[in-house]
């Protein structure tokens, strides 16, 4: 019953560090994608997937970096973390792209750019 | 294109109270909307979403919302508030070629005693 996972919850980088925020599902959904959530600004979508092997760019790109290897992995890199990346993180993900689909959302990663 | 506006970025209500939380749509195709609730350092939860079916659509926790395509409007409601309710929630709508949800700003509920 574990859904969408993400970890860390919590992160502090120092200004030019790299990560990778994970995010494992095991429904077995085409369809994975990344937000960041900032106050005052809803969630904004960074990228997307719609299988393993394919992904796509979102409103928020840049400094952000993605891949799918499998169904189930779509990890987050931040290349060189920015205090601008201060933000919660979620992923999401649901059957396949579709319209009327519910999208499930991970618990959220907390991340503190400094 | 689509998008969503939230009237209102925080509403306040008494225990008790009614709640309604605004949500107005733009979109040139007949839209798919959703309510997402988020309590406090969790994630995002789905209340409830409109696919075209009946316009009147039932949640979970009491809350319903009605789609009116003559008002472009996806109101969430609950008759009488209660303090587990406050909460920040979201309307989103599926747009883009890829059906992505685009969100609301948001609108944080308090709920007073």
């Known amino acids: 019953n574990a859904g969408v996972t993400q970890t860390p919850k919590f992160q502090v980088l120092k200004t030019g560090q790299s990560m990778t925020l994970q995010c494992a599902q095991d429904?077995?959904?085409?369809?994975m994608s990344w937000y960041r959530q900032d106050p005052g600004m809803g969630l904004r979508l960074i990228h997307y997937?719609?299988?393993?092997?394919?992904?796509d760019q979102g409103e928020v790109p840049n400094g952000y970096n993605v891949s799918r290897s499998t169904t189930e992995d779509f990890p987050l890199r931040l290349l060189s973390a920015a205090p601008s990346q201060t933000s919660v993180y979620f992923c999401?993900?649901?059957?396949?792209?579709?319209?009327?689909?519910?999208?499930?959302f991970g618990e959220g990663s907390w991340l503190t750019v400094v | 294109a689509q998008s969503v506006t939230q009237l209102g970025s925080h509403v306040s209500v008494s225990e008790g109270a009614l709640v309604l939380l605004r949500c107005n749509y733009s979109?040139?195709?007949?839209?798919?909307l959703f309510w997402y609730v988020q309590y406090p350092n969790q994630g995002l939860q789905l209340l409830l979403k409109?696919?075209?079916?009946?316009?009147l659509v039932k949640g979970i926790n009491g809350f319903e919302a009605e789609f009116k395509k003559s008002e472009t409007s996806f109101h969430l409601t609950k008759p009488s508030a209660h303090m587990s309710d406050a909460a920040e929630y979201f309307c989103?709508?599926?747009?883009?070629?890829?059906?992505?949800?685009?969100f609301g700003k948001g609108t944080k509920l308090s709920v007073k005693p």
């Open positions: 429904m077995n959904h085409e369809y």
């Open positions: 979109s040139s195709v007949p839209p798919y």
């Open positions: 989103a709508v599926s747009g883009g070629s890829q059906g992505n949800l685009i």
């Open positions: 409109y696919t075209s079916a009946a316009t």
């Open positions: 997937s719609v299988g393993a092997g394919i992904t």
């Open positions: 999401a993900s649901t059957t396949q792209r579709g319209f009327g689909n519910t999208i499930y």
